[in-house]
């Protein structure tokens, strides 16, 4: 994902979905695929591989996401109570003066120890919560991390600096309006049971909004870093749907 060390800071500044929905497709280029590869992503991995299978549809025969449901689902995950507490780091993110920033970046990115405990409450992330910390120990590729949060919001943020970030996604207009539509090609969506970002029992909604053929599976006592805390029966679950 850009912005993640060693994935260099990009040059336009751009963070929004369409941005990394262009990515994507250009990964699936640069490195030769086809028509039968299949696209699998996790959290903001999963919100591009959305939006990138639907749209380069041809790319793409089938499609793995994980711990987040499409955007259709959004109006269901913003109007909980409960769910609108869990997403506390979303408008804290997404604060225009970049005090976040400083937040995160305190006391050894504590905040980051906190987040992963309450989104995969009972598991040790061990070395997996070093090598995010890793990524982001550059000011830059912390700044990079959060902005896709700012990009996120930027609908709000006040005049010149809308304008600017509006000014760089006319560049990922077309990339960015697929973002929002339903990707055409079966698609297998897994869900920790203990997800502590996003609660199952909303984004069980997720399955009615996918392509037909699609499946939802919920990985149970797993978090929302459920291909970490259950490799062999996450793995099994996409092997099975890509193989089939």
Known sequence: MRGYAPSAVPADGAYQLGALVADAVALHQVLGGDGDAVLIGHDWGAEAAYGAAAYAPDRWRRVVTLAVPPQALDPVLFSNYEQLKRF???????DPLGSADAVVARDGMSFL??????????YQPGGHLAQVKECLREPANLAAAIGYYRAAGVSDAPGAAAGAAGAVASRY????QAAGL?????TLYLHGAADGCIGVELARGAERLLAPSSRMVVIEEAGHFLHLEKPAEVNEHILAWVSS
């Open 182 to 186: 339903q990707a055409p090609q079966p």
């Open 113 to 122: 120890d906190k987040l992963w405990l309450d989104w995969s409450p009972g």
């Open 88 to 94: 506390f780091y979303l408008f804290m993110f997404r």
């Open 173 to 176: 207009a077309a990339e960015q």
